[in-house]
């Protein structure tokens, strides 16, 4: 096994710099290694304070002192000394556990005493450092004067004696989330100052984490060959991309108390990550998913191309096959770009895979991107940031995802939304997972996400006038192909984005055109709902005669550039109003009604019934 980056650096630095500040994943454990009687090492996992004790106390500090500005002066690993409170003495200074609690003043005085002086060698810890000051933009009196003390120490870079071992630099840790939410003055240019970031284990730590700790993820009597525990542990490392070693930690006593071996590890991280025992992806009846592109047209009309592609990609979801090629197994379930005209299928499509995949359309979860066209609609969308207004309420996404992780994301018209939004869109879709304002991980990786987009439809010239690009004439592959040109032409030369394409991929759907064979399909399936409906709710017996349909069809076919929603504004103006009229003016609360003829006169549509 290796130390982090940030070890080695401080290894390198250790006798140059007097000030560290420790950065980024600062609450999670690590693994220090501990030399043996025997000469050989043993790594144990110990959270970051104590990984920072032992490791100053192996390079010859015996005076290590913590701080925070609740508890003030401490020390959690003193063992037997300093049964009297005294933390650290040394000429006149006295360092008491609990001094400088809340007291910014007194503290800063003493750590510049402790960092000043020439008897004992030193380390303070500052730990939870953003919290010492409300911004570190605009610090109060107290606070700069507390920094400024701790900047006069740093720089005089004093050192002590340690007995016969030589001379050590008396040393300043800050720990904090992010080295900005200490006052910049403090560290910029500062020359004896090194700032260092802890990252979030990558693949190879979390190799070294299944490694070691293998054998408590295998059941004792079960026998397991070599290439089944080769399998299994790719599977983990691919499945636990953006987990802290606390959570890899806590997942292996969460497999234990579960009773789940490595073999298991898909279903116990679903578990840990999203509190379920049941995978609803796990749970889709095969012969449902057999009989998919059947399900989906009875809602979804003359869209046949776009149906044969999404269900492709939901059967590959399915399948657990998403991403495969790829060396991260934390990508979400699929990706679709709807695209085409207005009114044709879109959004029912992804309420219809909703309906398909998790027995519920609510499970499609919309989000109307022309809601977030504002520069800070990023906030809107993930969580404001600490400090900011709406940092208590998250995000808008990351609240859905978390509640509902088994789900189809459906963002509508995502060329409406801010630039802003995209780069957190190319997170979520390379790495299935995104950190919200709160600093909590969410997970995008059980989820399937739509985009849809009215692009190409229109160009714009030099003039910024529009003009169609497609139209209804054109065959589907034709317009297809314009389309994708345009949605491509988009992203690479006006939006200046090329990498989400790369992340869509292939999987544009584009849809037709709502063509006449299919709007009277639309049209007779709105008619027999209405049937249908006024028989359930007002118990009356509802006739429609040729002539009536024909002129319903007549008038539909003539609104096409609406698609399917125009269809539906012609049934509701030249049916609907009508026929409400009638049965509330005629006080109908049953009976039958045959609507023989439609009359428009002054723009007044009425019906003309009879038997």
Not at 289 to 307: M, P, Y
Not at 349 to 358: H, P
Not at 479 to 498: A, N, Q
Request: charged share 25%; glycine share 8%.
């Amino acid at each position: 096994m290796q130390v982090g980056k940030w070890h080695q650096e401080l290894d390198m630095f250790l006798n140059i710099k007097t000030t560290f500040i420790l950065e980024g994943n600062v609450y999670d454990m690590y693994s220090y290694p501990t030399k043996q009687e025997d000469g050989s090492e043993r790594w144990d996992m110990v959270m970051l304070d104590k990984y920072l004790n032992s490791y100053f106390h192996d390079h010859g500090y015996e005076n290590i002192i913590y701080f925070n500005h609740i508890d003030g002066f401490y020390d959690p690993f003193k063992g037997q000394k300093a049964r009297t409170g005294d933390l650290f003495t040394s000429d006149d200074i006295t360092i008491r556990e609990g001094m400088g609690r809340q007291n910014l003043t007194e503290a800063g005085t003493a750590i510049r005493a402790v960092l000043e002086n020439r008897g004992k060698p030193a380390v303070i810890i500052m730990m939870q450092a953003s919290r010492y000051v409300l911004s570190a933009d605009n610090v109060s009196e107290n606070e700069r004067d507390f920094y400024s003390k701790l900047m006069l120490a740093s720089l005089k870079k004093t050192q002590a004696r340690n007995g016969d071992k030589g001379f050590l630099n008396n040393l300043l840790v800050l720990v904090t989330e992010k080295a900005n939410d200490v006052p910049a003055w403090f560290y910029l240019d500062n020359p004896l100052e090194k700032t260092m970031m802890l990252n979030k284990p990558d693949k190879s730590a979390r190799r070294m984490f299944i490694d070691t700790q293998i054998q408590y993820f295998l059941k004792p009597k079960e026998n397991y060959s070599e290439e089944k525990i080769e399998n299994m542990k790719e599977t983990f490392c691919d499945l636990t991309e953006g987990m802290r070693n606390l959570d890899l930690n806590a997942l292996r006593i969460f497999c234990a108390n579960e009773g789940l071996d490595l073999s298991d590890i898909r279903r116990a991280i679903d578990m840990f990550k999203y509190g379920v025992k049941s995978n609803p992806w796990e749970e889709i009846p095969e012969d449902r998913l057999e009989h998919a592109e059947e399900f989906i047209r009875h809602r979804v009309k003359g869209q046949n191309a776009a149906v044969s592609q999404a269900v492709d990609v939901i059967k590959r979801a399915a399948c657990n096959m998403a991403g495969i090629q790829h060396s991260s197994g934390s990508k979400p379930k699929g990706i679709l770009f709807f695209a085409g005209p207005t009114g044709t299928g879109k959004t029912e499509l992804a309420k219809t895979l909703a309906e398909l995949l998790f027995s519920d359309e609510n499970a499609c979860i919309r989000f109307d991107m022309s809601e977030y066209q504002q520069p800070q609609a990023d906030q809107k969308l993930l969580g404001a940031p600490p400090g900011y207004v709406g940092y208590e309420a998250g995000g808008q996404l990351t609240n859905a995802i978390r509640e509902h992780p088994f789900s189809i994301l459906l963002f509508d018209e995502i060329e409406k939304a801010h630039p802003s939004i995209f780069d957190k869109f190319l997170q979520i879709l390379e790495d299935g997972r995104m950190t919200d304002g709160k600093g909590e991980t969410v997970y995008f990786s059980e989820s399937i996400i739509i985009f849809t987009s009215n692009l190409g439809i229109y160009t714009t010239d030099s003039l910024g006038q529009r003009h169609l690009n497609v139209d209804q004439n054109m065959p589907y592959e034709e317009m297809k192909e314009h389309l994708i040109t345009s949605i491509k032409d988009y992203f690479k030369l006006e939006l200046g984005r090329p990498e989400i394409l790369n992340r869509i991929g292939d999987n544009f759907v584009v849809f037709d055109f709502i063509r006449q064979d299919v709007a009277k399909e639309i049209m007779d399936a709105q008619i027999s709902k209405i049937i249908r409906n006024v028989k359930e709710q007002k118990h009356i017996d509802l006739g429609v005669s040729d002539e009536t349909h024909d002129f319903l069809q007549e008038k539909a076919f003539g609104n096409l550039e609406n698609g399917g929603r125009g269809i539906g504004n012609v049934m509701e103006k030249y049916f609907i109003n009508p026929l409400a009229r009638y049965i509330y003016d005629h006080h109908m609360n049953d009976g039958s009604i045959r609507v023989n003829k439609i009359v428009v006169e002054n723009d007044i549509v009425n019906i003309i019934c009879g038997n």
